[in-house]
Structures are given as structure tokens and as C-alpha cells.
């Protein structure tokens, strides 16, 4: 903790300088989390928050999509990310060219992209929708066939809890497609009255091994209600880090998986990009009006 003190301290200070907000995602590792966030949360709840914030500037600790999410909805504010190479595999799995051809071919069929997707994506499809609310998105359509584009698992998850017909895409997260079911059969075995818990980016195989799907909040909520003695996250490292300050009486078994794109943003980035005001996260506007309003189609719904 003293290495991390004077970093800390110069983040907050500018912070309240440029009446900044750091909005930072579950996945950012404990210092980032604990102690120079101002709010922490999953896909949508950042969505959301940035939609409502008062702050001149916005520090978006997580990756660029989300970033740029949070730009779309604030086109006036300055956002930083504190390292724009922070990228994401589904997000580089389709473009906005795909989303044409997939358009041609299933004319008629709404197309509902997950948020982990470039702004010239999102401007090519009908609404967002992140693993918290999937299901509630597809659904809202009301018609028998929806796509749900780019990551291949969780549209099969979302059609595990649906009546409706989910095609999809071939993208896959490379954090959570690394779980296998073997590898948790093998901790179930172990760690007796073990209790595990995913996120629905893992492969079907893996899912039928989880006492509980959800997103990252969806989780963390899931940890503080039922208070396992024992539990598995299956998702990024950071995650289990971060509920352990606040679970004192459980146990987390690992594995888990990095994120090397998350794990681009650091505290020392966060002081510099505050410091000189970078990198900045532009949308060109033709694209930004468009991806705009399939954000805000989701932030929209009843849900
Ligand atoms: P959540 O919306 O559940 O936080 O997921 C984001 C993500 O990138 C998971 O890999
Ligand atoms: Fe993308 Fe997977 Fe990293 Fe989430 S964990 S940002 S889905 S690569």
C-alpha cells in the first residue's frame, strides 16, 4: 500500500482540479477499485452512470468499447481511457461491414449487439444489450427470431432462457473461453461444498457446471446474498480480488483468467492520463448518432 499512496493521493487531487469521475469496471484490479474509483460496476451499470453524471470529465478505467460507450452518451464531455489499446476479442470478432451482410442476409430479423462492440458496429444494429439484461433485450422485440451478435456464448446462454430463436455470431472472449468444464469438475471434487458461479461469455460446457449465471454485478450480488464458505468465480482475476475485501468469511478458489486488455489500465497510466488530459475518445458523429441510439434504446428500456 505505501508504493500505491502518493498515486492515490495525486489521482484524487486532480480529479476534484477537472471535476473528473472515474467510472472503473469490476475487472480493474483492487487499487484501481478500492481506492481512486468514484463508481464501480458492470457494463450496464457504467453505461447508465455515465449517462447521468455531472462531471466535466470522465476517466473510463475498463476497455475501449466501453469508453466510447460512455462518449456516445456524453458527446460534449471530454472521456479519457488511460490507455487506448485496452481492446476486447469480441469487439474485434465483427464490423460494421458484417453487420451489413448479416443485414441482407436475415432481412427483417432485428439485430441486437452486445455492448462489447465498436461504436461503427453499434451504428449498424437496432439496440445494445450487456450479459445483465440479454434476455429482457431479446424479448422486448417481441417477434420469434432476433440476432444477437458478436459472442457465440452467451446467445446460447440468452436461448437456454428464452422462447425466442437466437442466431448469432462467431466471437468469443478469450478470458472466459479458456474455462473448461473438466478443469471445475476437478475443483468440485477437491473443494467439497464448493459453490461456483460464471459468466455467460464461458462455453455452454461450462455454464452446466455453474450454480449461478450472471454478469459481473450479477455475481458480486450473488457472493454478498448467499455468503458461500467456498466459492469459484469463473471470470477475470480481478474479480475475486476485489468481493474478497468485503467477504471476509469466504473462501475463493481459483482459477481464474486475466485479462490482458483490462490489465492495460494501471494507476500510473490513470495519474498521467489526468495529468496531460489523454488519450482522448472521439466517435465521428455520422457514426456516433446512430450507435447513440441503439445505446440509448437499451439505457431506455424498463429494465
Ligand atoms: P459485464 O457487463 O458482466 O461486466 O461484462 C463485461 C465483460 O467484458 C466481461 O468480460
Ligand atoms: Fe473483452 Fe473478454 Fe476482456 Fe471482457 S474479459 S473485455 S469480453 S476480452
Known sequence: WPAIAPYVKAINDLKKEHNAVILAHNYMTPDIFHCVADIVGDSLQLAKEAASTDADVIVQCG?????????LLNPDKTVLIPDQRAGCSLAESITAEDVRALREAYPGVPIVTYVNTSAAVKSECDICCTS???????????????LLIPDEYLAKYVATQTD?????????CEVHERFT??????????????????HPECPPDVLAEADFTGSTNGMIKWVETHKPQKVLMVTECSMSDNVAVDAPDTEFVRPCNLCPHMKRITLPKILESLENMRDEVHVEEAVAMKAREAVERMINLPV
Do not use: C
Request: hydrophobic letters at 45%; proline letters at 2%.
Open 181 to 198: 468444464a473438466d478443469e471445475l469438475q476437478a475443483y468440485r471434487e477437491a473443494e467439497p461444498g464448493l459453490r461456483i458461479i460464471a
Open 164 to 172: 425466442v430463436e437466437i442466431l448469432s455470431w462467431k466471437g468469443h
Open 63 to 71: 476497455v475501449h468499447f466501453m469508453a466510447e460507450t460512455s462518449k
Open 132 to 146: 445483465s439484461n440479454a434476455v429482457q433485450v431479446v424479448e422486448s422485440f417481441g417477434v420469434d427470431r432476433v
